[in-house]
C-alpha cells in the first residue's frame, strides 16, 4: 500500500542527492576499486574526524562491527556479557556469535535505554564486558555506566547503530566507552546503499587488531599474522556514505525538530506516553516512539488515514523463538506487556511540518 505518509522516505532522499550519489557510484565502477578504493579510507577518516574519534575500521555490516570488537577484546566462551532486551537482535546474535552468554538487564522505561542501576546485580566473576545500546538514537546514561565498568573492570562497547551524530553532554559518544559500533543499514540515520558498518575507538591497538581481524589477519597481499575473516567496507557503499556523510548532522537537527512538533502535540493526550529527553542527551531520534494501551486501535486507524508507522520492537529477545542462552536479570513481564504498547512514528528529515501536524491532527482526531 502507497502511504501518503511513510514511516521513512529514502527515495525522497535520494532524488535530492542523485546527482552526488550516481557520480560517486559510477566513479568507483570507472576505476574498478571495489575492494579497499580510495573511498573507503576517505569514509574512515571523515567519520572518525565528524565523531571526533582516533579510529574508524569500515566493516560489512553492524553485526560484524559488534562481532570482530569482541573478538578482538578476547571476548568468547565462558564470559558473561551484560546488555538490554530491547533491542534489534543483532546485539545479543554478536554475543552468542563469539560464545559468550548474554546477560539481560533492565531499561529506564522514559528513554527504553539501559537502566544503570541495574547492572551491578548482573555482575559476576565471568562478566567480560557492558554493551548499554543508544536504542532510537537516544544516548544511554554513560557516566554511572562508565563508572560501574571501571571499578569492577569490565570493557564498554556500544550499540551506536541508531545513534549517529548523537552526544552525550554535548560529547562525542566515543569517549565514554572502548569502542563503538555503527550500522549503515539503509534505513539508519547514515545509511549505505547495502550492508556496511564501522567501528570507532580511541584505542590504537584495538583499531590495529580490528584492521587485521577484519581482512584476513592480512599484514601484506600474501602474508596474514592471524586468521581472520572477510569483513570489509565495500568501495561503492563507502562512495555513498562519502556522497550523504556532509547531510548528517542538518538530517540530525530536521529530525529535533520533527520530535519537538510531536512532542508539543502529543504532550497533553492522556493515555499516550511520548519519550523524554534527560539533560544528558543531544539525540538523534532514529525512531521517535510513543506508548499507549490503545496501540493496535491506534496504529489501524493512522493506516487508514494514509500514515505508515513501525513497531520497534514487537518481540523482545527473551520473547523470541531463538532465544536460547540467555541470563534473564530484567523484568520480563513489565518488557513484553511495554511490547504491545510500543508505536514508532513516521520519522525522517524529508517530512514537512505539514506532514507532521496531520500524524498530531490525526492522533488527536483519534482519542478525542
Ligand atoms: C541495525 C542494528 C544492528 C545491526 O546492523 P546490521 O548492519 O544490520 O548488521 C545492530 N544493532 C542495532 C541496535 C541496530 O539497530
Given amino acids: 500500500m502507497e502511504y501518503s505518509i511513510p514511516l521513512l522516505n529514502l527515495k525522497k ?9 550516481d557520480s560517486a557510484i559510477f566513479n568507483v565502477i570507472n576505476t574498478t576499486s ?55 537482535i543483532a546485539t545479543v546474535e554478536a554475543i552468542i556469535a563469539v560464545g559468550a552468554t548474554p546477560v539481560l538487564v533492565d531499561i529506564d522505561y522514559t528513554t527504553y535505554t539501559m537502566d544503570p542501576d541495574t547492572i551491578q546485580d548482573a555482575i559476576t566473576e565471568k562478566t567480560a564486558a557492558i554493551i548499554p545500546v543508544h536504542l532510537y538514537g537516544m544516548p544511554c546514561d554513560m557516566e554511572p ?46 545509511g549505505a546503499y547495502g550492508d556496511a558498518g564501522a567501528i570507532v575507538t580511541n584505542h590504537n591497538e584495538l583499531a590495529a587488531k580490528l584492521r587485521l581481524i577484519a581482512d584476513h589477519g592480512r599484514t601484506d597481499k600474501y602474508s596474514h599474522s592471524i586468521y581472520g575473516i572477510n569483513s570489509r567496507l565495500d568501495t561503492i557503499q563507502a562512495a ?9 548532522d542538518k538530517w540530525n537537527s530536521r529530525r529535533r525538530e520533527i520530535a519537538n512538533i510531536y512532542n508539543q502535540g502529543l504532550k497533553d493526550i492522556p493515555g ?97
Wanted: glycine letters at 6%; hydrophobic letters at 40%.
Fill in 34 to 88: 571495489f575492494i579497499k578504493g580510495e573511498d573507503v579510507k576517505k569514509f574512515e577518516e571523515a567519520f572518525a574526524q565528524y565523531l571526533n574519534a582516533s579510529h574508524c575500521i569500515g566493516v560489512a555490516n553492524g553485526t560484524d562491527a559488534l562481532i570482530l570488537t569482541m573478538k578482538a577484546l578476547g571476548i568468547g566462551p565462558g564470559d558473561e556479557v551484560i546488555t538490554v532486551p530491547n533491542t534489534f
Fill in 240 to 248: 555513498v556514505l562519502n556522497a550523504k556523510l556532509p547531510h548528517l
Fill in 272 to 368: 499516550l506516553i511520548s519519550p523524554g529527553t534527560p539533560s544528558y542527551a543531544t539525540p538523534v531520534w532514529h525512531v521517535y516512539v510513543i506508548r499507549t494501551q490503545k496501540r493496535n486501535q491506534l496504529q489501524e486507524f493512522l493506516k487508514e488515514n494514509g500514515i505508515q508507522t513501525g513497531i520497534h520492537y514487537p518481540i523482545p529477545i527473551p520473547d523470541q523463538a531463538a532465544a536460547v542462552d540467555l541470563i534473564i536479570k530484567c523484568d520480563h513481564d513489565l518488557l513484553s506487556n511495554t511490547a504491545q504498547e510500543l508505536l514508532s512514528l513516521p520519522m525522517c528529515p524529508e517530512m514537512t511540518d505539514d506532514m507532521v501536524k496531520t500524524v498530531v491532527d490525526k492522533i488527536q482526531m483519534f482519542y478525542s
Fill in 13 to 21: 532522499q535520494y532524488q535530492n542527492l542523485k546527482n552526488d550519489i
Fill in 145 to 190: 555506566i562508565m563508572r560501574i565498568a571501571k571499578e569492577n573492570d569490565l570493557y564498554l562497547l556500544c550499540d551506536g547503530a541508531q545513534a549517529h551524530g548523537a552526544l552525550y553532554n554535548g560529547e562525542s559518544l566515543v569517549r565514554f566507552c572502548d569502542a563503538i559500533t555503527y550500522s549503515f543499514y539503509p534505513g539508519k540515520n547514515l
